[in-house]
């Protein structure tokens, strides 16, 4: 168990919907980042916040947002549900924001009909 | 052009066997690398850190880096079932500072440990 939890595990909605995934990082870690791991792209990193702050952004769809709250935990929102963003999402931590040491969650696998 | 470039198996070996993954960088500037290991329908964990050229070793698995090839290496030695899982090469993106956190993956290479 990294320390690192995810809500919900499974989510199952249709496209056009809107959903939220939340992550509570590990005591203590200000970073969290979020990643998209699907069969034909692989782990693909999304975006990074630190301490309430968006640090690093990768190739995040405009369709999709996050954010960061004072108490650390982060929430990745994703609107306009497409069938392909069906996917696994994670959610990962570390105690800085320069830390190549991530600690990942157990996903959520959201799947789009 | 992905930048950690993986093959994504599957790799199937005999139990106590000598498990063997690659992955090859586009970078030379990468000097940071990591193996993760998934077990199915699990979140990656980290097995492996090392930097720059050699070898880091650790309990059954050494990790190995040629900068001169690009090249990083897995071993896993004495393989057990257990070790049945997806093993995920990975080097942050170091680039700018704004981009730190970003750590790229390779596609992960499926191995299967059979007894």
């Known amino acids: 168990d990294s320390g690192v939890t995810q809500t919900p595990k499974h989510l199952i909605t249709a496209t056009g919907q809107r959903v939220t995934l939340r992550c509570s990082p590990r005591s203590g870690d200000l970073s969290v980042y979020w990643y998209q791991q699907s069969l034909d792209q692989g782990l693909q990193f999304l975006i990074q916040?630190?301490?309430?702050?968006?640090?690093a952004k990768g190739n995040i769809l405009e369709r999709f947002s996050a954010q960061q709250f004072p108490d650390l935990h982060s929430e990745l929102n994703l609107s306009s549900l497409e069938l392909g963003d069906s996917a696994l999402y994670f959610c990962?931590?570390?105690?800085?924001?320069?830390?190549?040491?991530?600690?990942f969650g157990p996903g959520t696998r959201l799947t789009v009909l | 052009q992905k930048e950690v470039e993986q093959d994504p198996g599957p790799l199937s070996v005999p139990e106590g066997a000598i498990v063997s993954l690659n992955c090859t960088y586009s970078?030379?500037?990468?000097?940071?690398f990591m193996w993760y290991r998934q077990y199915s329908r699990k979140g990656p964990e980290l097995l492996m850190y090392?930097?720059?050229?050699g070898n880091k070793e650790d309990g059954r698995f050494t990790a190995q880096v040629d900068k001169s090839s690009k090249y990083i290496s897995l071993f896993i030695r004495d393989s057990q079932p257990s070790d049945s899982a997806t093993y995920l090469c990975a080097t942050p993106d170091r680039m700018t500072t704004d981009s730190w956190g970003k750590l790229q993956f390779g596609a992960g290479t499926q191995v299967v440990v059979t007894p």
């Open positions: 090392t930097y720059s050229s």
């Open positions: 970078n030379s500037a990468f000097q940071y």
């Open positions: 916040y630190y301490n309430g702050e968006e640090r």
């Open positions: 990962a931590s570390s105690p800085y924001s320069e830390t190549d040491t991530q600690y």
